[in-house]
């Protein structure tokens, strides 16, 4: 079974950080991508970063410089640091692995970024 629990949301102000972390377990391996997406109220899941077990990244536009994804590789655990987070930034963050055409989705957890 295959199960991605995502911790480290919250609230927080402009200009803060955070940092989520999801632990995969079951069939995932290193094979697998893993990532974070994103969904805003009425608006589509979209990638926010995703990484290989080999180190490749992409980002979206919207977060470089700004977010840090990161992986080990030991323990099926990715990470997103997340600084100078903006009010647009608030949003449900799923953790994801993806391989050829099987995808999993984490629970998702709640980001709020406000004053």
């Known amino acids: 079974q295959v199960q991605l629990v995502e911790s480290g949301g919250g609230l927080v102000q402009p200009g803060g950080s955070l940092r989520l972390s999801c632990a995969a377990s079951g069939i995932i391996d290193s094979n697998y991508v893993l990532g974070w997406y994103c969904q805003a109220p009425g608006k589509q899941r979209e990638l926010v970063a995703d990484?290989?077990?080999?180190?490749?990244?992409n980002y979206a536009d919207s977060v470089k410089g700004r977010f840090t994804i990161s992986r080990d590789n030991a323990k099926n655990t990715v990470y997103l640091q997340m600084n100078s987070l903006k009010p647009e930034d608030t949003a449900v963050y799923y953790c994801?692995?993806?391989?050829?055409?099987?995808?999993?989705w984490g629970q998702g957890t709640q980001v709020t970024v406000s004053s």
């Open positions: 990484i290989t077990s080999g180190g490749s990244i």
């Open positions: 994801n692995a993806k391989r050829r055409i099987f995808a999993y």
